[in-house]
């Protein structure tokens, strides 16, 4: 334990600061390709006669690939999870948000491959996009996904995530108020400085050197070979050095369009993503849309809360079935409730895919707890501070599902929040600890709910 | 086209209308300047022309004719480091470093025009610099430590003012 709490020097420090530090951008190959995207204008649409022959027959341009030239041309970012593919690496038919490529373009420079991408021929009809999570369930909503407009393949192909914990009814009916809210956080763009970027080499011994800036290299690796029909043992990628990713560089969003084009072309291939491509093109933090209804004691305890989530995934699942898994675990924050009924979908629209960003799933229902604390304690006239320390996750609570606690944060982190605000707390909650309930903070509703933490 | 950049002269083949970013980057494979945004929005691509801190994706060539470039690389060197590298080092004022060079550029410029340690007038000197991991207060503590003079002991790290132990409340 000599490193924790020490101020020790980072190991890649004096490469960052001395502008040693080689991102794939600084990677030089002779002979390197510029790559461009043809992408979708529309939010939605379908699309025929594509025409990349004029692109080509340009001189300087080496490569153009359309969804003809992907072996497997579906693979889900989560297959590995039993999840199933649902996204095409190039759009085949139709586009599903503005901006998922449909063809790209190899050439020996920026320019030509622009001029390329403007030479592809395509003729789009544009559909009625669903650009809100709140209308997908409408009757007359535009459907727009080939499973329906939500994800319909959770276990025992339920088409929502659902917890049911103690009995809800029961909470309400005991309830001496329902506090109600609703809570929208929207999309957040990664904003990387470092936008998207890849440099795939065509080695002599048929294998692919991929440098990438991936945050999970070996979940990219096996996308690259799924997708390619190769073995991993064709593949040497090269990662580990990336210029900000916060979630965003799961994705693996260049590698694989990367390789095909080297393939292809024979050549080494880069493509690095404008800023406006990062910002219109790459995937974002989810919006969330979370209703919460709690049955509330005019003393501050919490007896039940009902709570559906609709989970914006944009165009295709990605990685959000899991994200809603996370969320429906963590839906009660740091806080114990005994009788839970949690209905909670990924809903599809025709906005960019949605995908990991720090706390993924988590921080989205952190906002909507906490918020909703305060707005309990304001609606009963009480301390917020003490609302949260009386019903705050104690050693043999258990979680939503059913997880016994054996070391919960709560009490010793909203005490040093009360002190950091200089707020002086009631003895009996500033005497408090995260040990096991007793007397007045084991009240008949909390009983049901405990377990042994010794069975964790 | 001529340049010298950190103190080296070159005769350059680039076009006149080259940024000085494509220049550095492709012609003289000098790679610590970034392409975060090539619209001049984000400055990690700042560099010193004649002892200003200009954006590199935004000047063309021709403009920054016969002139002295200074990127990162001539700061300091891995043995000897700069007094702004060293702050920035000792201050964790890099994570990813991508941005780390603009910045490292700009602190220099203030630092050498005599800026002091006055948080806001630092803020206003790192404005034009966008850094997504570190939230910006230990890269201001590293210009701030620098322009007080302060020196540093790179075999250890400094501890930062914002951090808040939770360790004894429980």
Same mark, same amino acid.
């Given at each position: 334990?000599?490193?924790?709490?020490?101020?020790?020097?980072?190991?890649?420090?004096?490469?960052?600061?001395?502008?040693?530090?080689?991102?794939v951008d600084?990677v030089r190959v002779p002979g390197t390709l510029w790559t461009k995207a043809?992408?979708?204008?529309?939010?939605?649409?379908?699309?025929?006669?594509?025409?990349?022959?004029?692109?080509?027959?340009?001189?300087g341009v080496h490569a153009v690939i359309?969804?003809?030239d992907?072996?497997?041309?579906?693979?889900?970012?989560?297959?590995?999870?039993?999840?199933?593919?649902?996204?095409?690496?190039?759009?085949?038919?139709?586009?599903?948000?503005?901006?998922?490529p449909?063809a790209l373009v190899a050439a020996e420079d920026e320019?030509t491959a622009?001029?390329a991408v403007?030479?592809?021929?395509?003729?789009?009809?544009?559909?009625?996009?669903?650009?809100?999570?709140?209308?997908?369930?409408?009757?007359?909503?535009?459907?727009?996904?080939?499973?329906?407009?939500?994800?319909?393949?959770?276990?025992?192909?339920?088409?929502?995530?659902?917890?049911?914990?103690?009995?809800?009814?029961?909470?309400?009916?005991?309830?001496?108020?329902?506090?109600?809210?609703?809570?929208?956080?929207?999309?957040?763009?990664?904003?990387?400085?470092?936008?998207q970027v890849s440099l795939v080499v065509p080695e002599?011994?048929?294998?692919l050197t991929i440098y990438s800036?991936?945050?999970?290299?070996?979940?990219?690796?096996?996308?690259v070979?799924?997708?390619l029909?190769?073995?991993?043992?064709?593949l040497?990628?090269v990662?580990?050095?990336?210029?900000?990713?916060?979630?965003?560089?799961?994705?693996?969003a260049t590698e694989t369009m990367c390789a095909l084009l080297a393939q292809k072309s024979g050549r080494p291939v880069k493509w690095r993503w404008?800023?406006?491509?990062?910002?219109?093109?790459?995937?974002?933090?989810?919006?969330?849309?979370?209703?919460?209804?709690?049955?509330?004691?005019?003393?501050?305890?919490?007896?039940?809360?009902?709570?559906?989530?609709?989970?914006?995934?944009?165009?295709?699942?990605?990685?959000?079935?899991?994200?809603?898994?996370?969320?429906?675990?963590?839906?009660?924050?740091?806080?114990?409730?005994?009788?839970?009924?949690?209905?909670?979908?990924?809903?599809?629209?025709?906005?960019?895919?949605?995908?990991?960003?720090?706390?993924?799933?988590?921080?989205?229902?952190?906002?909507?707890?906490?918020?909703?604390?305060?707005?309990?304690?304001?609606?009963?006239?009480?301390?917020?501070?003490?609302?949260?320390?009386?019903?705050?996750?104690?050693?043999?609570?258990?979680?939503?599902?059913?997880?016994?606690?054996?070391?919960?944060?709560?009490?010793?982190?909203?005490?040093?929040?009360?002190?950091?605000?200089?707020?002086?707390?009631?003895?009996?909650?500033?005497?408090?600890?995260?040990?096991?309930?007793?007397?007045?903070?084991?009240?008949?509703?909390?009983?049901?709910?405990?377990?042994?933490?010794?069975?964790? | 086209?001529?340049?010298?950049?950190?103190?080296?002269?070159?005769?350059?083949?680039?076009?006149?209308?080259?940024?000085?970013?494509?220049?550095?980057?492709?012609?003289?494979?000098?790679?610590?300047?970034?392409?975060?945004?090539?619209?001049?929005?984000?400055?990690?691509?700042?560099?010193?022309?004649?002892?200003?801190?200009?954006?590199?994706?935004?000047?063309?060539?021709?403009?920054?004719?016969?002139?002295?470039?200074?990127?990162?690389?001539?700061?300091?060197?891995?043995?000897?480091?700069?007094?702004?590298?060293?702050?920035?080092?000792?201050?964790?004022?890099?994570?990813?470093?991508?941005?780390?060079?603009?910045?490292?550029?700009? @602190?220099?410029?203030?630092?050498?025009?005599?800026? #002091?340690?006055?948080?806001? *007038?630092?803020?206003?000197? +790192? $404005? %034009?610099?966008?850094?997504?991991?570190?939230?910006?207060?230990?890269?201001?503590?590293?210009?701030?430590?620098? @322009?007080?003079?302060?020196?540093?002991?790179?075999? #250890?790290?400094?501890?930062? *003012?914002?951090?808040?132990? +939770? $360790? %004894?409340?429980?």
């Open positions: 334990m000599k490193a924790v709490g020490a101020r020790l020097p980072r190991y890649d420090g004096i490469e960052h600061v001395t502008g040693r530090t080689q991102y600084d043809l992408r979708s204008p529309a939010h939605s649409a379908t699309f025929d006669g594509l025409d990349t022959s004029k692109a080509e027959a340009m001189p359309t969804w003809k992907v072996p497997l041309l579906e693979y889900g970012h989560l297959s590995a999870l039993g999840i199933p593919a649902d996204e095409p690496l190039l759009a085949k038919d139709e586009v599903r948000y503005k901006g998922q449909i320019e622009m001029a403007e030479a592809i021929g395509i003729e789009l009809e544009e559909r009625e996009p669903l650009l809100d999570i709140r209308r997908a369930f409408d009757d007359d909503a535009p459907k727009i996904h080939q499973w329906g407009n939500w994800y319909p393949h959770f276990e025992g192909e339920m088409d929502c995530r659902q917890i049911r914990k103690g009995s809800i009814d029961d909470a309400f009916a005991q309830a001496d108020t329902i506090v109600q809210g609703v809570y929208r956080p929207a999309a957040i763009e990664h904003v990387p400085l470092e936008t002599a011994n048929g294998r800036c991936t945050q999970a290299l070996y979940f990219s690796m096996g996308v070979a799924a997708h029909g190769l073995p991993l043992n064709k040497k990628v990662g580990g050095t990336v210029g900000g990713g916060f979630g965003g560089k799961v994705d693996t404008t800023r406006e491509e990062e910002f219109l093109c790459s995937s974002t933090r989810a919006p969330w849309h979370m209703e919460v209804a709690d049955a509330v004691t005019k003393d501050g305890w919490i007896l039940g809360r009902k709570m559906l989530t609709l989970h914006d995934s944009g165009a295709y699942a990605r990685f959000s079935p899991y994200g809603l898994t996370k969320h429906s675990f963590h839906h009660t924050g740091a806080y114990t409730i005994p009788n839970l009924h949690f209905d909670g979908y990924v809903v599809f629209t025709n906005r960019v895919p949605t995908t990991a960003m720090r706390g993924f799933g988590v921080t989205s229902v952190s906002f909507a707890t906490e918020t909703h604390m305060s707005r309990i304690a304001d609606v009963l006239g009480l301390d917020p501070y003490e609302v949260r320390l009386k019903n705050a996750n104690r050693i043999g609570d258990t979680s939503p599902n059913r997880i016994v606690y054996t070391d919960p944060s709560t009490v010793p982190v909203v005490k040093a929040l009360a002190g950091g605000m200089d707020v002086e707390l009631a003895p009996e909650y500033a005497a408090m600890g995260p040990g096991q309930r007793e007397g007045d903070l084991l009240p008949e509703h909390l009983v049901a709910q405990l377990a042994d933490p010794e069975d964790h | 086209m001529k340049l010298t950049v950190n103190g080296i002269s070159h005769e350059l083949t680039s076009p006149p209308l080259a940024t000085l970013l494509d220049v550095l980057r492709e012609e003289l494979g000098i790679t610590s300047p970034k392409a975060g945004c090539e619209q001049g929005g984000c400055g990690s691509c700042t560099v010193l022309v004649d002892g200003e801190p200009q954006r590199a994706c935004l000047t063309p060539l021709a403009a920054v004719d016969g002139s002295e470039v200074t990127t990162v690389e001539g700061l300091g060197s891995p043995e000897e480091l700069s007094a702004v590298q060293q702050a920035f080092t000792h201050h964790y004022a890099a994570q990813c470093g991508f941005c780390t060079s603009g910045m490292m550029i700009a @602190a220099e410029a203030y630092v050498a025009r005599g800026g #002091t340690d006055d948080h806001e *007038a630092i803020q206003e000197a +790192l $404005g %034009g610099h966008v850094c997504r991991c570190t939230g910006y207060v230990k890269i201001i503590d590293a210009v701030a430590a620098v @322009a007080r003079g302060d020196s540093f002991d790179l075999t #250890t790290t400094a501890p930062s *003012a914002g951090m808040t132990n +939770l $360790g %004894g409340v429980s």
